[in-house]
């Protein structure tokens, strides 16, 4: 341990000595393999900033396995990028961004055989086949082989040996190398033909399927002659999808992006010709600030200059003036970047491809109301729609101290919502994927930061967070959710309807009642006991949670976040803890504080609703609090009590017909249905 902190003392005496000057620096490990490269603005600033006390877990690790620091100085940042890039292509270092696509499209692969096959495959080996793709379309691939099964007789098993012909050879579908009724020099021309429907030009092949098909159908054979038309549209769908030499001026790319303490995900939406023609995803980890995230990605991802689009959009807030500068004077490409705003907040579903597809109709309507959120978190700057189109954004003429004025700024306001949408789709789908990979990961070095920062035994890995929600003291509810390894565990979530403090607002009244009927029932079932208990609030509801648990005897760890400044409290401690914004350990108590408060709302509201729609038919002729009950259970609603039957009023309630006739005649003028016919 001593040696370590040696190692450390030194690398931070070697990093208070460096210039204030623009630069790049290295990170190698005790092998001598850099394991990082980044730039600076001022190298001092930088690298001491490593050896900062408040630091999150990711650059504790990246410190930790290091054993020598070096630099390179430059006169400019923008030197720094260039230098930057070049020195990640070279050394590949560890915890730089590594693309790995998170999931590759199929090719199509003629192996290097006597006898070729053609099959769609995911995995590209260096064994002399030849591969085409890869192609986002994966129906148009299928239709592809459907056509060249029927039409060119290439052989169907995986092993080519000599026997008897199989039944494929019988039915039309195989020529039959394996009993040499087909030449070498036959067969290799149908796979040229193949290669060239792929590759080359297709007017030969494509007019001759034309004139099969015509054919075909003129011999009355409809289903041959429209497996042949649907070939050819595959043929022509795979060969649009690869055609990116000549952009279309309205061709663009939407960057989304999400990270989770080192996971990263890149999200690119790809829209050619008015349309999405495919999605990219990519996995990396990544040490590097947020604001450099973007930049060193753009680098990474376009390298060839005939597939970048004239026009990349990304989220506002984002460094992005560098990677500009280095398409046009690297690969002599102009491209426009323009950061347009977006709302921090859920974006529609990831199945809502149809909106996407949407943004290109300049009919197209986006619906910006809202259900009541219970997300606790405040969001700072967020802007709607329609203040886009009046508010400046950064970097706006109305920010004199930035010279660049934003695309965004001269956008109209319809084409502002549309490029919004796309670019919340691919922000959507990059936050998926990173909550996908947590989950399956564990986020175990949240977890374990948590364990240092509170003193703990063992890493924190059953959380239980309780929230208090009402309405100026009715209703009152308090929501218990479970996060197991950092993620929900929502089997284990329960909602308390308070019996001791409705009707009062005492949250710490109430924070007593929820622990202790939580607490008293694990005990009395002998059931797991959580490893950690979070209280969202300060230092009172955390000491009340603590009588309880006192009481009954339990040696639980117990904190509190408190939303104002988002500190950490521990019981009969008035000093808050201070984390670092990007913390891993406040993120996850976060997300169990944001879960808490969300759940708590939902089930107030509900029955803060059903509350309200019981009054209303209270308050309907001949119908008092039981009657009211059964109404509720039969219709749910007034308006569907207003057209019902007079009979099924009156069931439900148990009353006369007269009398179920005067309801619903009130349920009608209630709800606005009085002309309504019973």
């Avoid at 040696?6 to 460096?18: P, T």
């Avoid at 021309?189 to 098909?213: F, Q, R, S, Y």
């Avoid at 919004?420 to 996908?436: G, W």
Wanted: proline fraction near 5%; charge should be positive.
């Amino acid at each position: 341990m001593s040696e370590q902190a040696d190692v450390r003392e030194a690398l931070h005496q070697y990093a208070l000595s460096a210039p204030k000057t623009s630069g790049v620096y290295l990170w190698r490990d005790e092998k001598d393999i850099v394991i990082y490269v980044g730039k600076a603005k001022s190298l001092k600033n930088r690298l001491s900033s490593y050896f900062a006390s408040k630091r999150d877990i990711k650059t504790r690790i990246l410190v930790s396995r290091a054993r020598r620091i070096e630099y390179i100085q430059t006169d400019n940042e923008y030197e720094a990028l260039l230098l930057e890039n070049n020195l990640i292509k070279k050394y590949k270092p560890r915890y730089n961004i590594n693309l790995k696509d998170g999931k590759t499209y199929p090719v199509l692969k003629i192996t290097n055989e006597r006898y070729p096959r053609l099959y769609r495959t995911r995995r590209i080996q260096n064994d002399g086949a030849r591969y085409f793709g890869p192609f986002p379309n994966v129906s148009a691939v299928d239709d592809f082989l459907s056509l060249v099964k029927r039409t060119y007789r290439l052989r169907q098993c995986k092993r080519l040996k000599k026997r008897n012909p199989c039944l494929y050879c019988h039915i039309g579908r195989c020529s039959a190398p394996c009993a040499e009724k087909i030449s070498e020099t036959d067969y290799r021309k149908d796979i040229d033909e193949i290669a060239l429907l792929l590759e080359g030009d297709v007017k030969k092949p494509l007019a001759e399927l034309t004139e099969k098909m015509k054919a075909a159908a003129a011999a009355r054979e409809f289903e041959k002659a429209a497996r042949i038309r649907d070939g050819m549209q595959a043929v022509r769908a795979l060969r649009g999808q690869n055609s990116v030499e000549d952009m279309d001026p309205e061709s663009r790319d939407y960057i989304g992006w999400a990270a989770e303490g080192a996971l990263i995900t890149f999200t690119v939406f790809k829209m050619r010709g008015g349309k999405v023609v495919g999605r990219d995803l990519y996995r990396t980890e990544s040490l590097k600030d947020e604001s450099e995230v973007l930049p060193e990605f753009l680098i990474a991802y376009y390298t060839d200059p005939k597939q970048i689009p004239p026009h990349i959009f990304v989220s506002a807030g984002q460094e992005y003036e560098l990677a500009e500068q280095w398409f046009a004077d690297r690969l002599g490409v102009k491209v426009t970047i323009t950061a347009i705003p977006l709302e921090d907040r859920k974006q529609a579903s990831a199945t809502d491809m149809e909106s996407l597809t949407a943004v290109n109709e300049h009919s197209y309507h986006i619906d910006n109301t809202e259900s009541a959120v219970a997300e606790k978190t405040p969001v700072y700057g967020a802007i709607t729609p329609d203040e886009a189109a009046t508010t400046p954004v950064s970097g706006s003429a109305s920010e004199p101290e930035i010279s660049k004025q934003t695309a965004a700024d001269r956008l109209s306001p319809p084409v502002l919502r549309r490029h919004k949408t796309a670019l919340a789709m691919a922000q959507f789908n990059a936050k998926e994927d990173v909550a996908r990979r947590v989950k399956e990961l564990g986020d175990f070095p949240a977890l374990e930061e948590l364990q240092k920062i509170l003193s703990l035994d063992r890493p924190p890995h059953r959380i239980e967070g309780f929230d208090i929600a009402h309405l100026h003291g009715k209703y009152t509810v308090a929501s218990l959710i479970s996060f197991k390894d950092g993620n929900p565990d929502k089997k284990n979530y329960r909602i308390f309807r308070l019996r001791t403090t409705d009707g009062i607002i005492d949250d710490y009244a109430s924070m007593r009642e929820a622990v202790a009927r939580r607490y008293t029932r694990l005990l009395n079932e002998a059931a797991e006991l959580p490893d950690l208990i979070m209280i969202d609030g300060g230092i009172g509801q955390v000491n009340a949670a603590k009588a309880v648990l006192d009481a009954l005897e339990l040696d639980i760890p117990l904190v509190g976040l408190a939303e104002k400044n988002e500190e950490l409290y521990r019981p009969h401690i008035n000093k808050p803890i201070v984390l670092p914004r990007r913390s891993a350990a406040l993120r996850v108590l976060q997300r169990v504080r944001d879960e808490t408060h969300r759940f708590a709302n939902t089930r107030n509201n509900r029955l803060r609703s059903k509350e309200e729609l019981h009054l209303r038919f209270e308050q309907l002729p001949h119908i008092g609090e039981k009657r009211a009950a059964r109404l509720l259970r039969s219709f749910s609603s007034i308006e569907k009590l207003a057209a019902a039957s007079t009979e099924a009023a009156a069931a439900a309630a148990g009353i006369t017909q007269a009398q179920a006739e005067e309801v619903i005649a009130a349920a009608r003028e209630v709800s606005g249905h009085g002309s309504a016919r019973v």
